[in-house]
């Protein structure tokens, strides 16, 4: 019978073949973007490292971090969904009110500072890729990307037994976007209580902002999708905070975004809040001529006591 020095070495080799084979089949297994489930991951060749590509743009994209919201909007056109609405809270933060599009990124993957439609309307936007003036044809310009440099995430909590403590509740955000969103500490510069509502201040300049850091607005983005129960995290559920073992269920969330630069929209964006005090104006000056009308009419004694009465019903009776 043949002795084992004579069969090892085949032997060996068909080992050392099925492990590879195995290792391979398990590395593809989990070839997956942690922090980014709209991708599609595949080795890069033969035997190769994972390497994944954000859907819609085919981007590569570093999955041990989190991806830009530009790429990320980008992904979610393949899978539309219904587009999210802001509040504007006061008059230079701009809300999102165009909802989804699909944006223009440069090669970093960045929001365009011009941004444009099917029916060839084109806009600025911001850092963030919100819409900061009226929308134009192509001949639009949009000199640089103005960066969003502050933003308010304004939360209101479901009732609870008693109110969380701050001091608490301060620690375990600015640990969740620590870890989570991996959002370097010094870019979360407060975090106010008033039960129940919750703000969460992010701010980070041009000049602030490190190679390798994230993007306040990045984070802002996967925190918004995760209190959505819509995480951008691969095999993870929406968001799940405790505060003190207390679960903390977020019922409203609010973005604003304040850029460096002031929005540039014309009259025509009025708000319904400022038409609404422009109509009060109106109706006081009206008030006022009333008045002195009255008062002539008492002075010259030709004045005689009326009721006051709704306008509809004064515009009925026959003039005095």
């Excluded at 984070?219 to 959505?228: G, L």
Aim: hydrophobic share 35%; proline share 5%; charged share 25%.
């Amino acid at each position: 019978m043949a002795s084992g020095p004579g069969l090892a070495p085949p032997l060996l080799r068909l080992l050392l073949l099925v492990a590879s084979v195995a290792h391979l089949a398990a590395a593809q297994g989990n070839c997956t973007c942690p922090t980014n489930k709209m991708t599609v991951c595949g080795p890069d060749g033969p035997g190769g490292r994972c390497q994944c590509r954000a859907l819609g743009s085919g981007v590569v994209v570093d999955c041990s971090t989190l991806t830009s919201k530009c790429l990320l909007l980008k992904a979610r056109m393949s899978v539309p969904k219904a587009g999210r609405k802001l509040v504007k809270p006061s008059e230079h933060a701009i809300v999102d009110n165009d909802g989804l599009y699909d944006p223009e990124c440069d090669h970093e993957g960045r929001f365009k500072a011009r941004q444009c439609n099917q029916s060839s309307e084109c806009w600025c936007v911001n850092s963030v890729g919100v819409r900061r003036t009226d929308k134009g044809d192509q001949s639009l310009r949009c000199d640089e990307v103005v960066r969003t440099h502050h933003i308010l995430i304004d939360l209101r909590h479901r009732p609870t037994a008693r109110a969380f403590n701050h001091s608490d509740l301060d620690a375990e955000l600015r640990r969740l976007f620590r870890e989570r969103y991996r959002l370097h500490p010094r870019y979360v510069a407060a975090v106010h209580y008033e039960e129940p509502t919750i703000q969460i201040e992010l701010r980070q300049n041009a000049s602030q902002k490190g190679p390798g850091d994230v993007d306040i607005a990045d984070a802002a983005y996967y925190f918004e999708r995760d209190v959505k129960g819509e995480s951008l995290f691969a095999g993870r559920s929406g968001l799940d905070v405790r505060v003190r073992g207390e679960p903390l269920h977020v019922e409203r969330t609010l973005i604003y975004y304040l850029d460096e630069k002031p929005p540039r929209f014309s009259m025509k964006r009025l708000t319904a809040g400022l038409i609404a005090v422009v109509v009060v104006v109106a109706v006081a000056l009206v008030a006022g001529v009333v008045v002195l009308v009255i008062t002539n009419r008492r002075k010259s004694g030709k004045y005689r006591k009326v009721e006051l009465k709704e306008l509809g019903e004064m515009r009925n009776e026959p003039s005095l």
